[in-house]
């Protein structure tokens, strides 16, 4: 039982080295028409000899090599060759050149200094291990969409200059960062989970003094001003892309950035012309507007569409009860920096706290009635510094509901009469059906005036009353023995 439970729990890891040579394996260099086989004249050794084929039907017994070449780009002999720029002229340098192909030692010898270029996306990779080394002219390397939590520099090919991470599980690059380092002049970590503001010391001159690009869109970077001044020291940075990160929620994002970075040519994939660099010139000078605060106003103009309500239809209906339909809307935001329930309580009934999350607050407008097009004329400001909360909460989408209020209000003098005729009838029904109390306060009363009349020493005679019955049962013998 427990080496079946160890096998269910053990996670198979997968290295980009390991799926290269899954890749190569595809590629069929010693199959038909690559390779050494049957088909081949041994003793052809130059590209422009002629090869032995199987064709024994038509007498043929050597094919030209750009015969054997067409047959690459045929259904049932071609490969995949998206991993790499370099995969489909391998397979014509194995139809060239077979014998390059023929062991193992002179195909890795071949192989891997022939690769400048290795795109694997979405296979489920984990790791970069060492045997990436081997590539040593390799200069670019994509592993978009995988399952990499880190990457150790020391693993990477020393010519790398395009290195694509993006799409994985990275939160922090420290491995990333050991030196010696490798030229680097794109760097791509989009769709990561990088957040630590300790982590901004690697976007610096001294880890990458080459670097072009920087691709850091959509992680959960939150401190502008300090990202800022790191980048600030890459004297060759051309593109950069912050997209989809807290920090650009600020307001002087675009402006700061643009004026901050004069190198920059890119900035999100937007081109940085003259004249924009002209308006936002002296704007990377004033650290306090990269400020991590936040402001979003909500503008809500009207309401139109809605069903005419009931008590505007022309139809038969009673006087009373008057019914009058109001309409508002509301929507949930992140609570206002500094304020707190009793500012809220103050506001009527614009903001009421979310229940299950103490930062959201539920805010309304104000109720007006039923129109064609319904002015609500509403407008609110928030500000916030949790840039990270709101990049998630705006992420998922502001909903906006419509309530519809109805009041339904009577006449007071027809609801006073009302109730007072239910008062009554039940006093009423209360006169004609006696309690068990009032019946035996009757009995007890009659039986006394009896007992005055004959005789009147009796009623100073002391008596103990214990249960009603009992008295009036002494109260019958009594009589009866007077008379």
Known sequence: MSDTSSVICHRSSTSAYSYFRKSLRSLRLNEFPCG??????????????????????????????????????CN???????????????????????????NEENCVNFVHPYFKSLQFRDKNIDNVDRKMLKFENLEELVLTANQLSEVNSRHLPPKLQILELGSNILERITTLCRKPLPPLLHLGLSYNRLIHLSEYKYFT????????????????LSHFAQLIEALQTLPDLRNLNLQGNPLSLTPSYRGFVVDALKTLTYFD????????????????????????????????????????????????RPDYPVVSTQYFMSYNMLKDEGETTDQMED?????????????????????????????????????????????????????????????KSWKVEEAVDEQNGKNSEKTNRRAKTPTKLQRVGFVIYTYFIALVKKNFSDLYRPVKIKKTSK???????????AK
């Open 205 to 220: 001159k001294s880890y990458w003094p080459h670097l072009m690009s920087l691709d850091l869109s959509f992680n959960n």
């Open 36 to 73: 050494s086989g049957s088909w081949r004249n041994p003793k052809a050794r130059k590209p422009d000899g002629t090869f032995m084929v199987t064709g024994k039907d038509y007498g043929v017994q050597y094919e030209k090599v750009e015969q054997l070449l067409d047959y690459l780009d």
């Open 347 to 407: 506001n009527g009934v614009t903001q009421i706290p979310v229940v299950g999350d103490e930062d959201m607050v539920c805010n309304k407008s104000k109720s007006k009635q039923y129109s064609k097009v319904i002015d609500l004329q509403y407008t609110k400001t928030h500000k916030t510094n949790k840039l990270l909360k709101l990049r998630d909460f705006l992420n998922n989408g502001i909903k906006l509901v419509i309530y519809a209020k109805t009041v």
């Open 76 to 102: 049932d002999w071609k490969s995949n060759t998206s991993w790499s720029k370099e995969a489909e002229e391998l397979k014509k340098q194995a139809v060239l050149k077979p014998w390059m192909f023929e």
């Open 269 to 316: 994939d937007v081109i940085i012309s003259p004249d924009e660099r002209h308006h936002f010139k002296g704007l990377g000078k004033k650290k306090d507007l990269a400020r991590d605060e936040c402001y979003l106003t909500i503008n809500m103009v009207g309401i139109c569409g809605l069903p005419v309500p009931y008590e505007l239809q022309e139809c038969d």
């Open 471 to 481: 008295f009036i049962l002494r109260l019958k013998k009594q009589r009866n023995n």
